[in-house]
């Protein structure tokens, strides 16, 4: 078993914030990511113009599904899921990308990179980005969409969170978390859309409450400073599950009534991998935990008796380090992104790969992937 370790915490809010630095180039994949050059400040802001998008999962059109993967080689690359033909490649050449993720109507695709964030339109003629945010600090880790498109989040390693109103030509900074002291790693929402959960490399979760701008600390270890890598949230809004750097997985239960803060109730440890974790998410029918290491496997773990024993290894000849991974919203696949080069289509009923990705010239380091019925 393991504990809790609360603290709450009033968050600062600014509306805009900013810096500009040099670019770092690549660097090397059996590493944690990282760049930390000087740095002086400046503004923080999006600019330009916004304007769909083809691929796809099995079961769902081709046209109607978004498959996105990027990494070391500074392209972001579009696949027709079921042939495995890449439709489109954005250039991203400012730096290697470190988290993807497309908005809900499947059109625009967003990068996280070395301090900065970049929104390609996948229906535009041109390969470059059509909004640019430039102002940031050192590496973007993290990067995801409302559930309605609004507005995104961000994460990275100036130890700040930020909320971005996408509603305007000119999206602007409107909410701020920093941790004070360590780097962002992961952040994930809740599918009630008022709480953005933010792990940090000293191994500490914050739970920020986006509707009052005050947050609650969990420190799943309280031993030691263990990174945890990645966080996650089923869809249902059940469990919340964090993976750090020995390979551990802690599992919380989450109840959320009205408006009241979210309630965590300590679940269950588990060893998912003897290496190092890197991701950890939650198939969209909220039945599987999905992990992937340095111990160049994926694994799948059971939440529907709410045990998370271990259903599946993923794993075949060459894969290197799992980098990402996400789910195809009939739960019946996973793709997962790997420093060998390559994505992969995995089917889950038996574990066998249906299709390889194969166009990126350097290591995978994201997956990203939305279809209609997610």
Not at 84 to 96: A, N, R
Not at 121 to 133: A, C, E, L, M, Y
Request: glycine fraction near 6%; charged fraction near 20%.
């Amino acid at each position: 078993s393991f504990e809790l370790k609360r603290r709450a915490v009033e968050v600062p809010c600014e509306s805009q914030i900013a810096r500009r630095v040099g670019i770092s180039d690549d660097e090397d994949l059996d590493c944690e990511m990282g760049a930390t050059p000087d740095d002086e400040t400046d503004n923080a802001t999006g600019s330009s113009s916004v304007n769909s998008v083809e691929s796809t999962a099995p079961n769902i059109p081709a046209s109607d599904a978004v498959l996105a993967t990027a990494g070391y080689d500074h392209t972001i690359k579009l696949w027709h899921v079921h042939t495995s033909l890449c439709v489109k490649t954005f250039q991203h050449p400012d730096s290697q990308v470190n988290a993807l993720s497309i908005n809900p109507e499947r059109r625009l695709v967003v990068a996280a990179g070395f301090q900065h964030i970049r929104i390609y339109d996948s229906h535009s003629s041109s390969q470059n980005p059509t909004i640019n945010f430039d102002g940031i600090t050192k590496n973007v880790t993290t990067i995801g969409f409302n559930k309605d498109g609004q507005w995104m989040f961000s994460g990275g390693e100036d130890f700040k969170a930020r909320i971005w109103d996408l509603r305007s030509n000119n999206p602007q900074c409107q909410k701020l978390f920093e941790t004070l002291s360590s780097p962002i790693t992961c952040a994930t929402l809740h599918p009630n859309n008022t709480e953005l959960i933010v792990s940090d490399q000293s191994g500490t979760i914050h739970i920020w409450d986006l509707r009052n701008d005050r947050t609650e600390q969990l420190i799943p270890d309280q031993n030691t400073s263990v990174p945890v890598q990645c966080v996650a949230v089923d869809p249902a809004g059940k469990f919340l599950a964090a993976v750090n750097n020995k390979g551990d997985c802690y599992v919380w239960k989450l109840e959320s009534i009205g408006n009241e803060p979210l309630h965590l109730s300590p679940h269950q440890k588990v060893r998912v991998h003897n290496r190092y974790a890197i991701k950890c998410c939650f198939s969209p029918d909220s039945s599987v935990l999905a992990t992937t290491s340095a111990d160049q496997t994926a694994k799948l773990w059971s939440a529907k008796n709410e045990n998370f024993n271990l259903e599946m290894e993923l794993s075949c000849p060459g894969q290197r380090w799992v980098w990402g991974a996400a789910f195809t919203g009939d739960s019946q696949y996973l793709i997962t992104a790997s420093s060998d080069n390559l994505a992969r289509l995995w089917c889950l009923e038996n574990g066998q790969v249906k299709r390889e990705y194969n166009g990126h010239q350097k290591p995978l380091t994201c997956v990203a992937y939305r279809d209609p019925t997610m």
